[in-house]
């Protein structure tokens, strides 16, 4: 199928601007359609099955491809192989199969391959809880790999969300060639919301720069100024190496000191230096705000409200949701935290997040954890319940 | 000679990665020349080759070749290999790969590359243990045989990896060995000309390791032995099982006509290009 008619089918599949009631799930797999999605590898698991199901009907219809492999270390590798081959790909899973992925995650780091991975999170560890919510993974989406990365981690909290990160994370992996996650979870994958998705040509869609240096002189991971290259793909008449290995400019193995020293720097500072542009944080009601609840995913669904029944109760409590995890928005929160005098972090999990609030915090103040780990919610009330606790 | 070395030298890397890191009279270096004669035999365009591997000594063969070269993770090339192929379909897609990457670590993969029957010429450089981290035992290792991690000998069974290959569903399995050079670049040709999963054994010696261990002598002793040994598949066909017994059939071993995966897929592809695609309305709706 050729690129145009691959526009045309992909225009006669996506309806915009009409309200579709729809799964999380469901959005990230139109999301990846919109953002140009041709490739998915994928491997079965609860929650996050539909977004394959949904992937292997569309894919085909628009000349791209599907295949269901043989265990979650293949769909990632198949994933690579697909993004290395010039079709921007993804796969979807949950827990087990994301602890199986990170192996050649970190290839993709250090290989610098754009791909996304949505992570449906589902209690934990080991086969844990498949069919409940948790957000168990958030220092592991950031930690998984052995050795020194940085990786781009969104966190969704809404259908709506799903879309728009899905795309996110597509445009982002493309930019900085490097994977992103989407860390989703059970409640948001399988909830359904009214979503009106905006008309296609509104959608700012984002392809890794192309060399335009002849083949002799390409360099694969060349140190820019801004520590992004070009990329080519197999294929296109360049015929670059990628390893693994610690490389140079041009994909080889190293050893040089120089060289190791320069890639891994690159690696850091590739995101380091585009961190305003990487982080998006919404902020609620802080202009005033003394107390702050600090939520992401399925659980900002819960603080929204209850910061809003709070303040009825004359609480000046306002909140902080970043969309962007990882790298964390150190700038952002930092400032904040030295205008309130009590956080709340409410997490599904015994407290992950929570430890890059009190790293920011140079003030003596207290900040508090809402951990549930039962499967279920934390509700608004649970949250509201916390504020007066503290603040009686 | 000096012609074959000529055809080998278009399709190196001159820059960068000589001397390679294999120990002198090693059988992958003899894989890879046969390789690449086939590779221009066929005349095939480099900028159209991908060349996929793994971790082992044998995997260090891309790094010297060029063409589109992808060196992964232990045991997986032939599920990168399968993305590769899947993005790019007019792309001949080579995974090379060693006995420890290929049937231990990435056996999963194998069958199942086998099995599904996608479009990728599989070729293994067979020499019987793990080299590259010190001669420890692999799933080849002959019953018997000492290893680093085997040093009471060898208790556990091993793998016919081409008998492996046809029973997984692979649809041409061939063996030939580095001393049967010619053979094994025509061996090898065949395999890339064709559709579906095509598979080569190689076996090769690790003087180094296996024959130091099991002290099998020298790397032109050990290649001698592969002379002795190998036993064209007319030849074979004509022995009894005892005559057969310490040897090995070289030659085309099976070959067998079925729709490869790309093919298969393509016809789903082309369905919709003529049909107009479900719409999302419609999706929501059912």
């Known amino acids: ?392 | 000679m000096d012609q074959m070395s000529n055809v080998t030298h278009k399709y190196l890397r001159p820059k960068k990665s000589f001397p390679n890191v294999w120990c002198p009279g090693c059988g992958i270096g003899i894989a890879m020349g046969a390789m690449i004669r086939a590779i221009d035999g066929l005349g095939l365009d480099k900028n159209q080759v991908a060349v996929v591997s793994g971790i082992g000594c044998t995997a260090r063969i891309p790094v010297y070749l060029d063409f589109n070269t992808l060196h992964t993770t232990h045991g997986r090339p032939l599920a990168f290999a399968t993305g590769v192929k899947l993005a790019n379909p007019k792309m001949k897609v080579i995974v090379v790969s060693g006995d420890g990457d290929l049937l231990a670590i990435g056996g999963n993969h194998f069958i199942h590359a086998a099995r599904r029957n996608m479009d990728i010429t599989c070729i293994l450089v067979n020499n019987y243990i793990y080299g590259m981290t010190g001669g420890q035992y692999s799933p080849t290792t002959p019953f018997k045989k000492l290893s680093s991690t085997g040093p009471y000998g060898m208790i556990e069974q091993s793998f016919d990896p081409a008998e492996l290959a046809r029973t997984a569903g692979a649809t041409f399995v061939a063996r030939g060995t580095v001393f049967h050079a010619s053979q094994l670049s025509r061996l090898m040709s065949q395999a890339i000309n064709r559709h579906g999963f095509s598979f080569v054994e190689v076996i090769s010696n690790c003087h180094t390791q296996y024959g130091r261990l099991n002290r099998e002598g020298s790397a032109v002793k050990m290649i001698q032995w592969q002379k002795d040994h190998a036993v064209p598949v007319s030849v074979a066909a004509k022995k009894t099982p005892e005559e057969l017994e310490d040897k090995f059939i070289t030659g085309v071993l099976y070959e067998q006509e079925k729709p490869g995966y790309v093919e298969e897929y393509q016809k789903i592809i082309d369905r919709f290009s003529r049909e107009s695609t479900e719409s999302m309305v419609r999706v929501t709706e059912s």
């Not at chain 1, 809880?129 to 930690?143: F, R, Y």
């Not at chain 1, 994909?251 to 000191?257: L, W």
């Not at chain 1, 891994?264 to 542009?277: G, S, V, Y």
């Not at chain 1, 949701?321 to 952002?332: A, E, K, N």
């Open chain 1, 1 to 392: 199928m050729s690129e145009v008619e691959t526009q045309n089918k992909r225009k006669q599949l996506y309806k915009s601007n009409t309200p579709l009631l729809m799964q999380g799930n469901e959005a990230c797999a139109w999301g990846a359609l919109a953002a140009g999605c041709m490739f998915f590898g994928g491997y079965p698991i609860t929650p996050s099955t539909e977004i394959a199901e949904m992937l292997a009907r569309y894919l085909p219809q628009i000349g791209g491809h599907f295949i269901q492999m043989e265990d979650e270390i293949a769909s990632i590798a198949s994933v690579i192989g697909a993004s290395v081959a010039g079709a921007k790909s993804m796969t979807a899973t949950s827990g087990p199969g994301f602890s199986l992925m990170q192996e050649n995650l970190g290839y993709a780091y250090m290989a610098e391959v754009p791909c996304v991975v949505v992570n449906v999170q589902r209690g934990g560890p080991s086969t844990g809880l498949p069919t409940k919510v948790a957000q168990g993974e958030m220092m592991q989406a950031k930690w998984g790999t052995h050795g020194d990365y940085f990786p781009i981690v969104l966190v969704p909290s809404s259908v709506k969300e799903c879309f728009d990160l899905t795309i996110r994370a597509f445009n982002l992996s493309e930019k900085f060639r490097s994977p992103v996650v989407v860390l989703s979870d059970e409640v948001l994958g399988h909830m359904r919301e009214i979503v009106s998705l905006p008309p296609q040509d509104e959608l700012e869609i984002i392809t890794c720069t192309r060399p335009n240096e002849p083949p002799e002189w390409y360099r694969h991971f060349e140190i820019t100024p801004d520590y992004l290259s070009p990329m080519a793909s197999f294929g296109e008449g360049y015929r670059f190496h990628l390893t693994g290995l610690t490389h140079d400019e041009y994909g080889f193995p190293t050893s040089k000191q120089k060289e190791i020293v320069d890639k891994l720097e690159k690696l850091r500072l590739k995101t380091a230096r585009h961190i305003d542009e990487i982080a998006d944080v919404r902020l609620d009601l802080m202009d005033d705000a003394h107390i702050m609840v600090l939520a992401y995913g399925s659980t900002a669904r819960a603080a929204r409200q209850a910061i809003r029944i709070a303040r009825k109760k004359r609480f000046k409590v306002g909140m902080v949701q970043p969309l962007t995890i990882w790298p964390f928005p150190d700038d952002i929160v930092g400032r904040l935290l030295e205008k309130v005098d009590l956080v709340i972090v409410p997490e599904l999990n015994q407290g992950q997040i929570i430890g890059e609030v009190k790293r920011l915090c140079q003030r003596h103040i207290k900040i508090v954890g809402l951990n549930r780990f039962d499967g279920e919610l934390i509700t608004p009330a649970q949250i509201v319940d916390k504020i007066k606790e503290e603040r009686p």
